[in-house]
């Protein structure tokens, strides 16, 4: 009875919110000499001292409770979760309540000045259970993801959040990929829900207020921070501030998941050739994974134009990875054709490709192209079906595409030899074959090529458009029944994903 009474008496007065540091300190020196009694019966007193403020507290208090949580993690592991989950729970600005109209809102406090020390402490605990605990990462992560704050919360909560998921990935690098796929998977839902029409309209509405204040980010990740960066927040003056909320969040996660590639590709300014093969490699896997098959997002696929920009060698090895993913019939089709778009979009839009390199894409496209119409000329299936037909219709529109933005490049220098090369490419027979590319691919891209080549004589399009457009864009698509079903909708289901990035940072 008596002992129960004292147990009582010590889970209350470490429950005390007015507990003294020197209290504080005497216990936890006690726990750690203690620390092979705190076995799984202990769990509720254990509980109880994870939930101790000591983050607040005098350096002393805060040495003693890594003291603390080292001896405790490495002599009973049993308590491994709960400590990750305390320590996690500390990647978010602590909690405020402020009362508005009589109502409780409850969310991120941004004035505290000790919130970037607070996080270096957190990593710094975090680095001591891994180093007692060799097992920490596998443990840690599934905390990571349930502890991931949702999109409506603050921007402040989800930048830190995200910034300190990115923090520890310097010091376990094991977790890299699986961080980066979760983050990368938030913001795809945040990409997704926000559409480009939904931005533009909400930026037009909004009369937003002239300050030129621009925020940086370098060096975030660096894990020794400077004191002028203490409480960075990314977000200033409201002239950079997205009107629509979904995008002002996703805005500032990507300008978060800029700095870090940038910082990781980068020693002391200097392109790291190793480190960025790495990181690009995590970004490839992530990309194949969450993004190609992810249709209409707008920004989050810039990650991948961002780290390519770096080295050419980068923006070849993606554009090979892409090609691979495209002629491979293995794939399934939507991927083929959604590769297929990020080719076209990627050698029109990114300007640190070379004219050597998009007609080296050129040449293998439309040599495949060349070849689809041999085998399809003989064949049965030689008519105008986008279900048949997806990747070469797909391949068609990024050549087509990549033409309209670089053929000014293409035919700079030489003119004669610029045409000669585009003359050798035989975009008249592609134009004029069974598959009829023109009447699949859109129209706005059909146009542009179409006045680009009869512009350098290269073919005339225009009788086939013509033809097509008399036919009220008929499609023939192969019915259960295998009879030949006419539909009136263009079906190629195209995007591009480098279409110009509007987020304002």
Not at 108 to 136: G, I, K, M, W
Not at 267 to 296: C, E, Q
Not at 445 to 456: C, E, G, M, Q, S
Not at 468 to 477: A, E, G, K, M
């Amino acid at each position: 009875q008596g002992e129960t009474t004292d147990f009582e008496l010590l889970k209350r007065q470490l429950s005390d919110p007015d507990i003294k540091d020197a209290q504080i300190i005497n216990w936890l020196h006690e726990f750690r000499a203690a620390v092979a009694y705190l076995t799984k019966e202990l769990e509720q007193l254990v509980s109880i001292l994870l939930k101790l403020p000591w983050l607040r507290r005098s350096r002393e208090v805060v040495e003693e409770y890594l003291g603390f949580l080292g001896n405790l993690v490495s002599a009973q592991t049993v308590h491994l979760r709960p400590c990750l989950r305390m320590i996690v729970s500390h990647f978010v600005p602590p909690r405020v309540t402020i009362r508005e109209d009589d109502v409780d809102i409850s969310d991120s406090d941004d004035d505290d000045e000790n919130v970037s020390e607070n996080f270096n402490t957190c990593h710094r605990a975090l680095q001591t259970v891994a180093r007692y605990v060799p097992s920490t990462p596998q443990f840690l992560m599934p905390i990571l993801v349930e502890n991931f704050p949702f999109i409506n919360k603050s921007e402040r909560t989800l930048e830190c959040y995200v910034h300190n998921l990115l923090r520890v990935t310097v010091y376990l690098p094991t977790l890299r990929l699986q961080i980066l796929e979760l983050i990368i998977e938030k913001l795809l839902k945040l990409d997704v829900s926000t559409p480009q029409q939904d931005i533009e309209d909400a930026e037009e509405t909004a009369n937003n207020s002239d300050s030129e204040e621009k925020s940086t980010e370098e060096g975030l990740f660096d894990m020794e921070e400077d004191e002028e960066r203490k409480g960075n927040k990314v977000f200033s003056s409201s002239s950079e501030r997205m009107a629509h909320p979904l995008a002002e969040r996703l805005d500032i996660l990507m300008t978060i998941l800029f700095s870090y590639i940038k910082d990781v590709c980068h020693v002391d300014g200097k392109l790291d050739i190793n480190s960025t093969k790495d990181l690009y490699r995590d970004l490839v896997s992530v990309f194949d994974k969450l993004i190609l098959p992810t249709h209409a997002s707008c920004h989050v696929q810039y990650f991948m134009f961002y780290i390519c920009s770096f080295k050419l060698g980068l923006a070849e090895a993606f554009l090979n990875h892409l090609w691979k993913k495209l002629h491979d019939p293995n794939n399934p089709s939507v991927i083929r054709q959604t590769a297929g778009s990020y080719i076209g979009s990627f050698l029109a839009r990114a300007k640190f490709i070379p004219a050597v390199t998009v007609k080296a894409c050129l040449d293998l496209l439309v040599n495949w192209m060349h070849k689809y119409i041999d085998n399809q000329d003989t064949g049965a299936n030689a008519f105008c079906d986008v279900a048949l037909h997806g990747p070469f219709y797909s391949t068609c529109q990024a050549v087509f595409y990549t033409l309209i933005f670089r053929h000014k490049q293409l035919l700079d220098g030489n003119l004669r030899k610029g045409l000669s090369y585009l003359q050798s490419l035989n975009f008249e027979r592609i134009v004029m074959c069974q598959l009829n590319p023109l009447k699949i691919c859109i129209p706005s891209v059909v146009n542009l090529f179409a006045a680009i080549t009869r512009k350098y004589q290269l073919v005339f399009c225009y009788t086939i458009i013509e033809r097509n457009n008399r036919q009220f864009i008929p499609v023939v698509r192969s019915g259960t029944g295998g009879d030949l079903v006419q539909t009136c909708i263009n079906p190629l289901d195209s995007f591009f994903p480098f279409d110009p990035y509007i987020l304002k940072r």
